[in-house]
């Protein structure tokens, strides 16, 4: 018992008084209680809050003063950062079922190694989706919806339709067709972007919206490598039975053109319109 108290004492001594001489507690403990914010308006707690050493100085409203919009704002970010990672992902190895001791089954996933893009490859990709856009005769101004979960596929997608002046319209992707069809009708959508999943609830929803007339979709992420990606022949037929064009996300990026055309976004051009389910349970 006496050696441990013997040991204790020793540690402590060899652990403490270093920290003492060169953490400088007091310092921290100071700094921990002094101002860090306060109201930009004195006396008035309810206004915006600022850090004390920055509170005098100006906002800035841009990362990049001289890029306005969100497509500018991409270009130079990819030509800072060309060869640095930008996306990474891992594909699903095995998707399996668990059930659970309260009998419940839930889904399971293995995952590969993360594959990344950087930059660049991501830049082209961006210029693909636009150049299919363009194919698809989707226009600066017209709105395209998306409808699907957060992915790589998702965010170059809506780059590609800010640097082409496309308003953005996002759904959850857990929303049912009446909500997405509220959604496309409101903000008179003309293509809707989703997964293979949900094309079912598309299709149900875009009967009535008659302003809708391309569908994209991505495959889904979480489905065995072995099975199907695309939508089978008997949905395509039935998007088509509507007059609708339907097409996978790959041949998004097939679609040849060569009709690439600039275009001039302003700032104060619409970019993005979010639907909340708060948003839509409101007047549905």
């Given at each position: 018992m006496v050696l441990m108290k013997v040991v204790f004492i020793v540690y402590d001594a060899i652990v403490y008084t270093p920290f003492k001489i060169l953490a400088d507690p007091e310092d921290k403990l100071a700094r921990s209680k002094c101002e860090k914010a306060r109201p930009i308006v004195e006396g008035d707690p309810s206004a915006p809050w600022r850090h004390v050493d920055t509170i005098d100085k100006p906002l800035y409203s841009r990362i990049f003063p001289d890029c306005h919009t969100l497509g500018a704002v991409w270009d130079r970010a990819a030509q800072l950062h060309e060869d640095s990672l930008c996306l990474g992902s891992r594909d699903v190895v095995q998707v399996?079922?668990?059930?659970?001791?309260?009998?419940?089954?839930?889904?399971?996933?293995?995952?590969?190694?993360?594959?990344?893009?950087?930059?660049?490859?991501?830049?082209?990709?961006?210029?693909?989706?636009?150049?299919?856009?363009?194919?698809?005769?989707?226009?600066?101004?017209?709105?395209?919806?998306?409808?699907?979960?957060?992915?790589?596929?998702?965010?170059?997608?809506?780059?590609?339709?800010?640097?082409?002046?496309?308003?953005?319209?996002?759904?959850?992707?857990?929303?049912?067709?009446?909500?997405?069809?509220?959604?496309?009708?409101?903000?008179?959508?003309?293509?809707?972007?989703?997964?293979?999943?949900?094309?079912?609830?598309?299709?149900?929803?875009?009967?009535?919206?008659?302003?809708?007339?391309?569908?994209?979709?991505?495959?889904?992420?979480?489905?065995?490598?072995?099975?199907?990606?695309?939508?089978?022949?008997?949905?395509?037929?039935?998007?088509?039975?509507l007059g609708r064009e339907l097409y996978s996300f790959e041949e998004l990026l097939e679609l040849e053109n060569d009709l690439w055309t600039d275009v001039e976004v302003k700032a104060d051009d619409l970019a993005l319109i979010i639907y909340t389910s708060a948003d839509i349970r409101r007047f549905l």
């Open positions: 399996f079922e668990e059930a659970q001791s309260d009998g419940r089954t839930f889904q399971k996933l293995i995952l590969g190694e993360y594959q990344w893009l950087d930059y660049t490859k991501v830049d082209k990709q961006i210029a693909q989706i636009g150049l299919g856009l363009i194919a698809l005769n989707i226009k600066q101004g017209d709105k395209v919806v998306i409808y699907a979960e957060t992915r790589k596929e998702w965010l170059m997608t809506a780059i590609a339709c800010f640097k082409r002046g496309i308003p953005v319209v996002t759904v959850y992707a857990t929303l049912g067709e009446e909500a997405v069809a509220f959604a496309m009708k409101e903000c008179d959508a003309v293509a809707v972007v989703t997964t293979r999943s949900l094309l079912t609830k598309v299709k149900s929803a875009i009967e009535d919206v008659g302003t809708i007339s391309k569908v994209i979709y991505f495959y889904d992420l979480y489905q065995n490598p072995d099975e199907v990606k695309t939508a089978p022949d008997s949905l395509v037929e039935e998007f088509k039975a």
